[in-house]
């Protein structure tokens, strides 16, 4: 999630931080820390220092598989291989992403551009490994980011400003200008050269970065599809989305707005897809054990960007225990209740059980059965054999 850009040609300072403030408020309640990541690489003309997304003309997306990786470290790996066509002559392009900076999170400021929770970025072009650059740019709530680097000699962060005029800078995703009395967003980008040879040319990207995640959610992933739309086809020919979730159990939901040409398919370990309606809105609803789900469709061309999230929203009215249940290692929703002493006898037998049957234990017990088989997630494996060796400190606390 990101701000509107404010500028002292609309306000006042005062009336800025009111603003901001005021927003911040509304969304603190179910929000602790996100990030967004305008990934898919976008292409880019340099004019200057400027980097402006652009409209290639000779080079297609012809190819792309995404795979996005859950994990229970609370971090997202993402690995995605393109293949690019250029039908023209031999030409150079500029090609990147920006990083949304973190909203309500006291993670220091980068005025290198790089941004604190993305790691081991590579790209490979054909074969041969590309360095990269980073720069801290200017950026505007829902518009194309035009890639203005800032002189970071007049602009200023959270961590420097603190104070103006006796009223605390609402938080750290800001940048203040003490000459012009403005604040604007920020967003670290991520960009390098490309030189592309006629015909088929192949780019390999990965990193990995820290999902966002607050009350109400585990996890959210953002990822932006839009920039695709800047290739010469304005489409990906050929796409494949793919969503692990190796060596555990994670229940998530897109929207099925973006991905109804065609449907997921559980195509690795055990998982479960359904369409779900929330609040008029309709989702796609995903469980997976040790597994992956995948969407393929031809001629993709993306109506909007895609977020994952952890599926604890999609059944707020219809809470009970167990309801939603993540290995992760950051949160626990309704931790809370392992504070709570006063459950009867059959609450604490459930709560006791739950990491079992978030490994689809087959429960010997007629009436616990019955009970986890109301969840969605939970998908019996008569195979799995009671086994405690990678249950973690929370399951145990609720084992105990």
């Known amino acids: 999630m ?18 901001i403030m005021k927003k911040w408020l509304l969304v603190a309640v179910v929000m602790m820390m996100t990030l967004t990541v305008g990934a898919n690489d976008g292409v880019f003309f340099v004019n200057g220092n400027h980097l402006v997304p652009v409209q290639e003309t000779d080079i297609a997306l012809t190819k792309e598989v995404l795979t996005i990786s859950l994990c229970d470290d609370g971090y997202a790996t993402v690995d995605v291989q393109y293949v690019l066509t250029n039908r023209g002559k031999e030409k150079t392009v500029t090609m990147g992403f920006e990083a949304g900076a973190p909203y309500n999170d006291e993670v220091a400021f980068s005025p290198q551009g790089i941004h604190p929770y993305i790691s081991d970025f590579t790209v490979v072009m054909n074969g041969e490994q590309l360095s990269y650059m980073n720069a801290v740019v200017k950026t505007k709530y829902n518009e194309a980011c035009d890639f203005l680097p800032l002189n970071l000699d007049k602009w200023k962060s959270y961590d420097e400003v603190k104070m103006r005029n006796g009223e605390e800078l609402p938080n750290n995703s800001l940048l203040y200008n003490t000459e012009l009395d403005s604040l604007i967003d920020f967003a670290y980008t991520y960009y390098f050269i490309a030189r592309f040879k006629p015909g088929q040319n192949t780019i390999h990207h990965t990193y990995r970065y820290l999902m966002s995640y607050g009350v109400g959610r585990t996890f959210e992933v953002p990822y932006w599809l839009m920039p695709a739309m800047r290739w010469a086809n304005q489409q990906i020919d050929d796409f494949t989305l793919r969503i692990e979730a190796k060596n555990t159990a994670k229940h998530f939901f897109v929207e099925d707005s973006i991905f109804s040409q065609s ?20 989702f796609v609803e995903i469980a997976l054990r040790n597994g992956a789900v995948t969407w393929h469709a031809q001629n993709f061309r993306p109506k909007d960007d895609m977020n994952i999230q952890s599926a604890e929203r999609l059944h707020y009215d219809d809470f009970k225990l167990g309801t939603f249940y993540d290995r992760s290692v950051r949160y626990m929703p309704g931790s809370y209740i392992l504070e709570d002493n006063d459950k009867s006898e059959e609450q604490r037998r459930i709560l006791t059980n739950l990491p079992f049957a978030n490994r689809g234990y087959v429960f010997k017990d007629k009436k616990l059965q019955k009970y986890f088989s109301q969840f969605f997630w939970y998908m019996p494996d008569p195979s799995w054999k009671p086994d405690t060796r990678d249950f973690t400190p929370r399951e145990w606390r609720l084992i105990k």
Request: include cysteine; glycine fraction near 6%; hydrophobic fraction near 30%.
């Open 263 to 282: 449907p997921f398919v559980v195509t690795e370990g055990v998982g479960k897809v359904k369409k779900t309606k929330n609040y008029d809105e309709l």
């Open 2 to 19: 990101r701000y509107y850009a404010l500028d002292k040609n609309h306000c006042t300072f005062a009336t800025e931080i009111d603003r």
